[in-house]
């Protein structure tokens, strides 16, 4: 199998033969200010604790923050992987980590409770990404019942690849 820094070059590699945008790296100092400065006070729970929830895999599972060092997130043939801090018109994208777990953690409809403790990192039309630290795995799950884990990987080169299959 391929190491991440092959994986991430043969996704980008991709993405431009398909002529998709690559996003830019998070800059390594807003990276950093993201990892240590605690959230807002102001912030409702739901919102801290999934802030300090995206802090803890960033600093924990240094293969899964890699990907920030080489572009902030990717949207490529329906597979989505949640960006840290693109925006357009200074607007967050719809596809930001925190709003796509803000939201999960505190939705006016319905709170999924196979979610509140598991950090979302993606989607594509049928499935969620999730890290779940509890099982310390990345898990592919299904997005109608999302008690069903399709796939769990613990390396995040293996989850990466997995991904990448089901696109290419």
């Given at each position: 199998?391929k190491d991440l820094?092959?994986?991430?070059s043969?996704?980008?590699s991709l993405m431009?033969?398909d002529d998709?945008?690559?996003a830019?790296?998070?800059?390594?100092?807003?990276l950093?200010?993201?990892?240590c400065?605690?959230?807002p006070v102001?912030w409702?729970?739901?919102?801290k604790s999934?802030y300090?929830d995206?802090q803890?895999l960033i600093?924990?599972?240094?293969?899964?923050?890699q990907?920030?060092?080489?572009?902030?997130?990717f949207?490529?043939?329906?597979l989505?992987?949640?960006?840290?801090?693109?925006?357009?018109?200074?607007?967050?994208?719809?596809?930001n980590?925190?709003?796509?777990?803000f939201?999960a953690r505190?939705?006016e409809?319905y709170?999924?409770p196979n979610?509140t403790d598991?950090v979302?990192i993606?989607e594509?039309?049928m499935?969620l990404?999730?890290y779940?630290?509890?099982?310390?795995?990345?898990?592919?799950?299904?997005?109608?019942s999302t008690?069903y884990?399709?796939?769990?990987?613990?390396?995040f080169?293996?989850?990466?690849?997995?991904?990448?299959q089901t696109?290419?």
């Amino acid at each position: 199998m391929k190491d991440l820094t092959q994986l991430l070059s043969s996704l980008k590699s991709l993405m431009v033969a398909d002529d998709y945008t690559l996003a830019s790296p998070v800059a390594p100092e807003v990276l950093k200010d993201l990892i240590c400065n605690p959230p807002p006070v102001e912030w409702a729970d739901h919102k801290k604790s999934a802030y300090i929830d995206i802090q803890k895999l960033i600093k924990t599972r240094l293969d899964y923050a890699q990907v920030f060092n080489a572009m902030d997130g990717f949207e490529y043939n329906g597979l989505t992987f949640y960006n840290l801090v693109q925006a357009e018109n200074e607007n967050l994208l719809w596809s930001n980590i925190y709003i796509r777990n803000f939201e999960a953690r505190d939705n006016e409809i319905y709170v999924d409770p196979n979610l509140t403790d598991k950090v979302l990192i993606g989607e594509d039309g049928m499935s969620l990404f999730a890290y779940s630290f509890a099982d310390d795995c990345f898990q592919i799950r299904d997005k109608a019942s999302t008690d069903y884990v399709i796939e769990s990987h613990t390396e995040f080169d293996s989850f990466l690849s997995s991904l990448i299959q089901t696109v290419s």
